[in-house]
């Protein structure tokens, strides 16, 4: 996990005599995970905090498989937020939990399982060292990589042990692996069929009989763990496969998808993009259904999906170009526009895997899908009747041979001079934009969507030269 365990409070027992005390009893990972989920649900609570769009499909499913104590394999395409959801489950670990000092595999004091702690456990008796391990460090994740070997896994005979004059028989050679280092807690592997075939053979042990093997050790250690893994489609990667033997070891196989309706896709946008610019609702709409669109058009591999990714790198870049605009022009907002996404389009190019009939075409297909978004979301926020006066009037101001340049690099306020005083522009806003307080960069982007949606619908003209575009008269 990326954020640093607190410290531990000082009133919790520092040596095993003090933790009997308090009435301690050992609980199972997956007992503790079952608890703590039965408490949310009781009370109402969000069950995995910061996922969107899998509160009706994924959350309930996943929700079952851990109640019933089940490892569990999520199954999707790239960017449908699997890591997430897993990383999110540390969260129903319990806040601390006390470990034998110097464990390096957990052990819980009353019941230890690694050779060492066992010993210490007769040496000291009641006077057994404790400390306290912070949820945040119970989570273990491993990348499957090709390279990944058993050693990284499971463990190792440790030579320098050996030559500290320990004998090869002894089991406190062993260096532990990932795996057992997570113990009583929740180990996490990524891209499972990229693990070769031989290494998925180690994980049979720990998924079902929850022991490991270490070479020609007979070690016998009882891990407590709960073990999910993420996997693409294998008809898409074709990089290999999860065994059956492995597959049937896991509980519950579970695919995730894609936000299902537009304000999830939205909301999902706002919560990961890092924006440091005013992106206005309108074009977070846009975004929105630009990547809607980039998923289901048939030009589009589809067994590879389009991650969430390229929405939110489509979003971060149409705020940096209102950084760029507002540093070029001297403006004090920074506010996105709609003329901004054709110079972004080309940026998205490496986030989509095309047909192979598309090969050539591949930046001339995303401007059109773009071109596509931005008629849907200008229609279903400015097509009803109410806006047909305003638009109208628009239209007439063109008709009367004014013309509107726009463009990446022209300011705000060069932009509102051309157009000058306009009969419901402040209708415009409070349409496009609600609850958000105007300013010129605000009303600049809501009056280029406008004519950038009648020039798609055809009521107006527009001529494009490298950045820069003037709308006209038809």
């Known amino acids: ?33 079952k608890d703590n989920l039965l408490a949310r649900l009781r009370a109402g609570q969000p ?3 910061g996922i969107v769009g899998f509160e009706d499909t994924v959350g309930p499913q996943l929700e079952r498989a851990l109640l019933a104590g089940h490892d569990v394999v999520l199954l999707g395409e ?21 470990v034998v000092e110097g464990c390096e595999i957990n052990d819980d004091p009353t019941q230890p399982i690694c050779a060492r702690c066992r010993r210490l456990g007769i040496e000291l008796g009641e006077l057994l060292p404790v400390t306290w391990r912070h949820r945040t460090e119970r989570f273990g994740e491993k990348l499957a990589t090709p390279d990944t070997s058993v050693g990284d896994l499971v463990g190792d005979v440790d030579p320098v042990k050996v030559a500290e004059g320990r004998s090869l028989g002894d089991s406190e050679t062993i260096h532990y692996g990932l795996v057992p280092r997570t113990n009583r807690g929740i180990f996490a592997i990524n ?25 020609g050790y007979q070690l016998r250690l009882p891990l407590d763990l709960l073990v999910v893994a993420s996997a693409n489609p294998e008809d898409y990667t074709n990089r290999g496969r999860i065994i059956t033997p492995l597959k049937d070891r896991f509980g519950a196989e579970i695919r995730t998808h894609y936000p299902v309706s537009l304000e999830a896709e939205t909301e999902l946008i706002r919560q990961e ?29 589809q067994r590879s999906g389009v991650s969430a990714r390229f929405a939110i790198a489509c979003v971060e870049a149409l ?42 075409q591949e930046e001339q297909t995303l401007q059109l899908l773009a071109r596509r978004a931005t008629a849907d979301a200008w229609r279903a926020a400015l097509g009803d009747t109410e806006m047909r006066p305003i638009l109208t009037t628009f239209v007439a101001w063109f008709d009367d041979g004014n013309s509107l340049i726009a463009g990446d690099s022209v300011p705000a306020a060069t932009l509102l001079a051309e157009l000058g005083p306009l009969d419901g522009l402040g209708r415009l806003l409070s349409t496009l934009e609600p609850g958000m307080a105007e300013s010129p960069g605000l009303a600049a982007a809501s009056i280029e969507f406008a004519v950038e949606g009648l020039w798609l619908t055809r009521r107006i003209d527009k001529d494009s030269i490298g950045g820069v575009s003037r709308y006209g008269s038809s």
Do not use: C
């Not at 924006?275 to 975004?287: F, K, Q, T, W």
């Open 78 to 98: 790239r960017g449908q937020g699997k890591t997430r959801l897993i990383r999110s489950l540390s969260g129903l670990l319990d806040d601390w939990i006390p």
């Open 319 to 360: 705020a940096g170009a209102a950084m760029r605009r507002a540093a070029m022009s001297g403006e004090t907002d920074a506010v996105a526009r709609i003329g901004d996404l054709a110079g972004v389009v080309p940026t998205l190019r490496g986030k989509v895997e095309f047909d192979v009939s598309e090969e050539g």
């Open 191 to 215: 891209e499972l069929p990229d693990l070769a075939e031989r290494i998925q053979v180690a994980l049979l042990n720990v998924l079902e009989e929850r022991d490991i093997q270490v070479r």
């Open 47 to 49: 069950t995995f905090p």
């Open 273 to 301: 993009a890092s924006i440091e610019a005013v992106v206005p609702r309108h074009l977070l709409d846009v975004v929105a259904r630009f990547t809607r669109e980039v998923r289901e058009s048939p030009a589009v591999d």
């Open 1 to 33: 996990m990326t954020s640093l365990a607190p410290a531990v409070p000082a009133h919790l027992p520092a040596d095993l005599a003090a933790l009997r005390a308090t009435g301690y009893e050992a609980r199972s990972v997956k007992a503790e995970i």
